[in-house]
Protein backbone atom coordinates (compact mmCIF):
# COMPACT_ATOMS: atom_id res chain seq x y z
CA UNK A 1 0.00 0.00 0.00
CA UNK A 2 2.93 2.59 0.45
CA UNK A 3 4.74 1.94 -2.79
CA UNK A 4 1.08 2.21 -4.35
CA UNK A 5 1.20 5.68 -2.25
CA UNK A 6 4.72 6.69 -3.25
CA UNK A 7 4.16 5.96 -6.82
CA UNK A 8 0.91 7.89 -7.10
CA UNK A 9 2.82 10.78 -5.57
CA UNK A 10 5.48 10.42 -8.01
CA UNK A 11 3.37 10.38 -10.88
CA UNK A 12 1.47 13.01 -9.68
CA UNK A 13 4.84 15.53 -9.30
CA UNK A 14 5.83 14.53 -12.84
CA UNK A 15 2.07 15.47 -13.85
CA UNK A 16 2.51 18.81 -12.18
CA UNK A 17 5.75 19.64 -13.67
CA UNK A 18 4.60 18.30 -17.79
CA UNK A 19 1.37 20.54 -16.16
CA UNK A 20 3.57 23.97 -15.28
CA UNK A 21 5.33 23.74 -18.66
CA UNK A 22 2.42 23.76 -21.00
CA UNK A 23 0.94 26.82 -19.25
CA UNK A 24 3.82 28.53 -19.76
CA UNK A 25 4.70 28.13 -23.23
CA UNK A 26 0.77 28.60 -24.05
CA UNK A 27 0.88 31.96 -21.92
CA UNK A 28 4.16 33.08 -23.37
CA UNK A 29 3.20 32.19 -26.84
CA UNK A 30 0.58 34.10 -26.42
CA UNK A 31 3.12 37.48 -25.16
CA UNK A 32 5.12 37.16 -28.01
CA UNK A 33 2.34 36.22 -30.62
CA UNK A 34 4.34 33.00 -31.75
CA UNK A 35 2.21 29.69 -32.28
CA UNK A 36 2.67 27.41 -29.42
CA UNK A 37 4.40 24.12 -31.69
CA UNK A 38 6.86 26.97 -32.45
CA UNK A 39 7.61 27.79 -29.31
CA UNK A 40 7.79 24.58 -28.13
CA UNK A 41 10.61 24.10 -30.92
CA UNK A 42 12.38 26.78 -30.15
CA UNK A 43 12.50 26.39 -26.42
CA UNK A 44 13.68 22.37 -27.12
CA UNK A 45 16.41 23.35 -29.20
CA UNK A 46 17.91 25.01 -26.36
CA UNK A 47 16.90 22.19 -24.10
CA UNK A 48 15.11 24.87 -21.87
CA UNK A 49 11.86 22.65 -21.75
CA UNK A 50 13.57 19.94 -20.04
CA UNK A 51 16.23 22.12 -18.20
CA UNK A 52 14.72 25.20 -17.12
CA UNK A 53 10.63 24.46 -17.06
CA UNK A 54 10.58 20.93 -15.62
CA UNK A 55 14.12 20.73 -14.22
CA UNK A 56 13.79 24.02 -11.87
CA UNK A 57 10.10 23.47 -11.12
CA UNK A 58 10.51 23.42 -7.54
CA UNK A 59 11.53 26.99 -7.95
CA UNK A 60 9.14 28.10 -10.81
CA UNK A 61 6.00 26.55 -9.44
CA UNK A 62 5.33 29.20 -6.92
CA UNK A 63 5.86 32.13 -9.08
CA UNK A 64 2.82 33.59 -10.88
CA UNK A 65 2.05 31.87 -14.57
CA UNK A 66 3.19 35.67 -16.04
CA UNK A 67 6.30 35.55 -14.23
CA UNK A 68 7.14 32.14 -15.35
CA UNK A 69 6.29 33.21 -19.14
CA UNK A 70 8.34 36.53 -18.91
CA UNK A 71 11.26 34.16 -17.51
CA UNK A 72 11.49 31.52 -19.96
CA UNK A 73 10.66 34.35 -23.01
CA UNK A 74 13.58 36.33 -21.70
CA UNK A 75 15.75 33.01 -21.35
CA UNK A 76 15.01 31.78 -24.67
CA UNK A 77 15.82 35.47 -25.84
CA UNK A 78 19.31 35.07 -23.76
CA UNK A 79 19.87 31.44 -25.39
CA UNK A 80 19.20 32.45 -29.04
CA UNK A 81 20.95 35.83 -28.93
CA UNK A 82 24.26 33.66 -27.18
CA UNK A 83 23.73 31.35 -30.50
CA UNK A 84 23.81 33.94 -32.95
CA UNK A 85 27.58 35.54 -32.05
Excluded: C, W
Excluded at 26 to 38: G, L, M, Q, T
Aim: hydrophobic share 35%.
Amino acid sequence: MRKQLQKKNYERHEYDKIHLAIMAIDKASRKINVPKAELYDRLNKQNLVHDRLIGMYDVLHTQSLDFVADDIIETLHNYETEDAM
